[in-house]
């Protein structure tokens, strides 16, 4: 698919203040008319009304809604470059237009963007790249080439800018209902991010957790409780706060495989996201200090 040109965010900001400005305009002439009525001045009222020219004063929602198809195309694209672009203008939009034109869109559409998140960067995988070995000269070394570290890399950054454009929708309250009906796969996506080995998703996945943890602080600490305390087992369990409280351990009962954690039922199968005692420790301690949900 060739690269294809993206609508600039900048030209729906102009439509948004476009509109804003005729409801201001309305208001204006609304006040002009009350006025020319108290007056008993009809006849500049009547010229008032024959000189006003039709307008539409809804343009923002319906030329989103003509665009918003080219966006869900564009996350498809094979080029890393521009998927990263879609999402950063995907990020805008959504804020100037508010997010409860875009609950029922990015639960339809939203498997588009979070498929983005469920293979790890440096695990061979087909989005972007063809499965098949490449021909090998006699000569070549078959180890990782540079063209596989592009592609690593490249795969890294638009996974990082799928996670700031949650992090973003998340923290702007006019954006945030935009993702309440894929909030529990969101959550399982980045709290399996976070926990796990790969370096270079950390801090963009604790700006997403930090965002979803603002929508809904209960589920991002239990997922990843249900994580900590797994690991910890029954080593320095923090008894009840309060003695009407239960146990941690009749709160979140041990998992007995990886299928059975919370966030994979929620967040759905990942591949290459190895979880990291080290980071499980550093995300829950973060998210448990700021929210104290059992202390």
């Known amino acids: 698919m060739a690269f294809m040109n993206l609508p600039d965010f900048s ?19 609304e006040a002009i008319e009350e006025a020319l009525e108290s007056l008993s001045l009809y006849q500049l009222k009547d010229t008032l009304e024959a000189t006003e020219e039709e307008a539409d004063e809804n343009r923002l929602l319906p030329a989103m809604n003509k665009i918003w198809p080219f966006l869900v195309t564009c996350i498809q694209n094979r080029n890393p470059v521009a998927v990263r672009r879609c999402l950063n203008v995907i990020s805008n939009v959504v804020q100037i237009c508010g997010g409860d034109f875009f609950t ?27 499965e098949k070995t490449p021909l090998q000269l006699p ?30 929708l998340c923290s702007n309250k006019r954006s945030a209902t935009a993702l309440e009906l894929v909030l529990k796969k969101l959550c399982g996506l980045a709290v399996g991010i976070a926990c796990s ?43 009840p706060p309060r003695p009407d409280l239960p146990e941690i351990s009749e709160i979140i009962p041990l998992p007995s495989s990886l299928k059975e954690y919370l966030y994979v039922q929620y967040g759905g199968q990942s591949y290459g996201f190895d ?6 420790e550093f995300a829950f301690t973060k998210i448990d200090s700021q929210y104290q949900m059992y202390s």
């Open 11 to 29: 030209g729906l900001l102009a439509i948004a203040k476009v509109e804003a400005a005729y409801k201001h305009e309305r208001g204006i002439k």
């Open 104 to 130: 029922r869109r990015f639960h339809t559409d939203g498997t588009h963007f979070w498929k983005l998140l469920t293979t790890s960067p440096f695990r061979k995988m087909s989005n972007f790249k063809d």
């Open 139 to 168: 000569y070549r070394n078959s180890s990782v080439t540079s063209e596989d570290s592009l592609a690593e890399t490249s795969y890294l950054k638009v996974q990082i800018a799928v996670l700031n454009m949650v992090a973003d």
């Open 197 to 239: 080995n790969v370096a270079g998703l950390r801090d963009a996945s604790f700006n997403a957790l930090h965002g979803l943890a603002s929508i809904d602080p209960d589920l991002v600490w239990l997922l990843l409780a249900d994580i900590y305390y797994s690991i910890k087992k029954n080593d320095a369990l923090p008894p």
């Open 275 to 280: 979880m990291d005692l080290a980071s499980v």
